[in-house]
Nanobody, 125 residues
Framework: QVQLVESGGGSVQAGGSLRVSCVVS????????MAWFRQAPGKEREGVAA????????YYADSVKGRFTIFRDITKNTLFLQMNSLKPEDSAMYYC??????????????????WGQGTQVTVSS
């Protein structure tokens, strides 16, 4: 079972930036789909962004397009999410996901079987 460890969350004021990271216990350059999800208290887990680790395509939720960027460093087996122009509604626990089941929508959490423990992002107004 692949292990995922997130880091980099924190507190920031609206308009600020944060970068969260996810170190993966296996080589990620083989063309798998990995994603970032988030979950706020009382809300369902939602897909934020996804990337094919061969670098071929990325996907973003409408709510973060133009503000967030997902990218990976295959030399470090690490997935990143750069978050700019943060808003209070971006506050949530952010999770890294892997082991995608091919054929399903990238933004459905049940299509991934490996998850990290999460890192908290809090944006104040």
């Amino acid at each position: 079972q692949v292990q995922l460890v997130e880091s980099g969350g924190g507190s920031v004021q609206a308009g600020g930036s944060l970068r969260v990271s996810c170190v993966v216990s296996k080589y990620i350059g083989g063309g798998d789909l990995m994603a970032w999800f988030r979950q706020a208290p009382g809300k369902e887990r939602e897909g934020v962004a996804a990337i094919w680790t061969d670098g071929s395509s990325t996907y973003y939720a409408d709510s973060v397009k133009g503000r967030f960027t997902i990218f990976r460093d295959i030399t470090k087996n690490t997935l990143f999410l750069q978050m700019n122009s943060l808003k209070p509604e971006d506050s949530a626990m952010y999770y890294c996901a892997a082991d995608y089941r091919y054929g399903g929508a990238w933004y459905i959490s049940s299509h991934y079987t490996a998850w990290g423990q999460g890192t908290q992002v809090t944006v104040s107004s």
